[in-house]
C-alpha cells in the first residue's frame, strides 16, 4: 500500500514528507530537488545562504536574495516537484528573503525560530505560495492563528510541530528537552486539537506536520495515526548523496555515538542539538572568538560577548573544515550506517511503513 499523500490547500504532493531545510548550506538545491522528484516536499534553507560569494559582507541583502533566487531556480530546472524554503524569522534579512522567495514563485515558505508574526505581510494578493510556520507548542499555534486572523482575515495554510529531539535550534528550554509534557507525541495531539476551530485557507481543517525525532516508515505511521498530515525529517536526509554538505559533514553522521549527540547553547541564544568535536570543546573552555561580525545576521546574537560566529561555524562544517566548526544533528543522528541516495530512502521509508501497517493489521 503507497504513502497517503500531503495537502495542503491546493498543493498536494504524492508522499507525505517535508524535507526539514538544514543551514548553513545543508539542504540546497541539490537536495531540494531529488527529494521534490521523489514526491515529497524539498526544501531550501535560506540561512547564510549566500555565504562564500564575492559582496557577503560588504551587501549583505543584496548578495542572500541572489543565491536565494539562483537556488529556487536551480531546482526548479531539475524537477516539477514541490518546492519550499525555510527561513527563521530571527534573521535581520528574513522580511527581504520572503519578499525573494514568494517573487520566484516558491510553493511554500516554513518559518520557525521565533514567531512569523508578520508573514502575511509579505504575500502578495494573489500568490499560492503556502506559509507554514513552525511551533513547538499548542498556544504558540494559537497566537498565530488569533494575530494572523486580526490583522490579515486568514490563518496559516499548515502548521509544522518541531518537538524536542530535533538537529539545530530548539524552540524549547533545556529543562523541557526531557520532560515527556514537551513530546512530539504529546504535542502533536495538542496541537491538533487547538487549532480545530479554525479554517485553513484552503478549506477544512489546518495540516499539522509533525517533525524532530522522525526516523523510520512505522515512525511517520504513528505520527499519521495521532491525526498529523504528514511528518518533516531532516537527519535522514543529510546521510544522502544528493545532500549538499561535503562528505566529510556527512561522515561525521556515519561516525557518532549516542553519547556524541549532545545539547549546546548556541550564540543565537537557543538549545541547539550537535555532534560534539573539538571545536565545540574549546568553544565551552571559551577558547573560540570572532574577530569581527560583518553579518549581522541574527537579532539575538551579540558578536561582542558570543563565544564564536554562528553563520561562520556551519559553513565551515558545510564545507567539510569541521575544525573550524560543527554539524547540528537530530537526536537519532548516531543510528545512520551508510549513505544513500534521496530515492533508496524514500522508497525505504515507504517499505517500512508497509510493513508497519502490516503488523498493526495483524495484530
Not at 509533525?210 to 543529510?238: E, N, P, S, W
Not at 561522515?251 to 538549545?271: C, F, M, N, R
Not at 561582542?304 to 560543527?326: D, E, R, S, V
Request: charged share 20%; aromatic share 6%.
Amino acid at each position: 500500500m503507497p504513502f497517503p499523500s500531503l495537502t495542503i490547500g491546493d498543493l498536494t504532493v504524492r508522499t507525505p514528507i517535508v524535507q526539514g531545510g538544514m543551514g548553513v548550506g545543508i539542504s540546497l538545491s541539490g537536495l531540494a530537488s531529488a527529494v521534490a522528484e521523489a514526491g515529497g516536499i524539498g526544501v531550501i534553507a535560506a540561512a547564510g545562504i549566500g555565504m562564500g560569494r564575492p559582496g557577503y559582507a560588504t551587501n549583505f541583502i543584496e548578495t542572500n536574495n541572489e543565491a536565494l533566487r539562483d537556488e529556487i531556480r536551480a531546482t526548479r530546472a531539475k524537477t516539477s516537484g514541490a518546492v519550499g524554503v525555510n527561513i527563521m524569522v530571527a534573521l535581520t534579512n528574513y522580511a527581504d528573503l520572503v519578499t525573494t522567495a514568494v517573487k520566484e514563485g516558491i510553493d511554500a515558505i516554513f518559518s520557525g525560530a521565533g514567531l512569523p508574526l508578520d508573514m502575511p505581510a509579505h504575500l502578495p494578493e494573489g500568490a499560492k505560495t503556502k506559509l507554514v510556520p513552525i511551533v513547538s507548542s499548542a498556544r504558540a499555534a494559537v497566537i498565530l492563528c488569533k494575530k494572523w486572523l486580526a490583522r490579515f482575515g486568514r490563518v496559516p495554510d499548515a502548521f509544522v510541530v518541531e518537538g524536542p529531539l530535533a538537529g539545530g535550534h530548539l524552540g524549547f528550554k533545556r529543562d523541557q528537552i526531557t520532560d515527556p509534557a514537551h513530546s512530539l507525541e504529546t504535542v502533536v495531539p495538542e496541537v491538533i486539537e487547538a487549532v480545530k476551530p479554525y479554517t485553513a485557507p484552503g478549506g477544512g481543517p489546518i495540516p499539522v506536520i509533525a517533525a524532530g525525532g522522525v526516523y523510520t516508515g512505522a515512525d511517520i505511521l504513528k505520527y499519521l495515526r495521532m491525526g498529523a498530515a504528514g511528518v518533516q525529517m531532516g537527519t535522514r536526509f543529510v546521510a544522502t548523496h544528493e545532500c549538499d554538505a561535503d562528505d566529510a559533514f556527512k561522515q561525521t553522521y556515519l561516525k557518532a555515538k549516542e553519547k556524541d549527540i549532545v545539547i549546546i547553547q548556541s550564540p543565537v541564544g537557543l538549545p541547539g542539538r550537535a555532534i560534539a568535536n573539538t571545536f565545540l570543546e574549546e568553544a565551552a573552555r571559551g577558547e573560540r572568538h570572532p574577530k569581527t561580525c560583518p553579518f549581522n545576521c541574527v537579532h539575538s546574537c551579540d558578536h561582542k560577548t558570543t563565544p564564536y560566529c554562528i553563520m561562520m561555524a556551519l559553513m565551515n562544517a558545510k564545507k567539510g573544515n569541521l575544525a573550524h566548526g560543527f554539524a547540528f544533528a537530530g537526536q537519532n543522528a548516531w543510528r545512520v550506517e551508510e549513505i544513500i541516495s534521496v530515492k533508496q530512502l524514500m522508497d525505504s521509508l515507504e517499505a517500512q511503513y508497509d510493513a508497519a501497517l502490516a503488523l498493526e493489521a495483524g495484530a
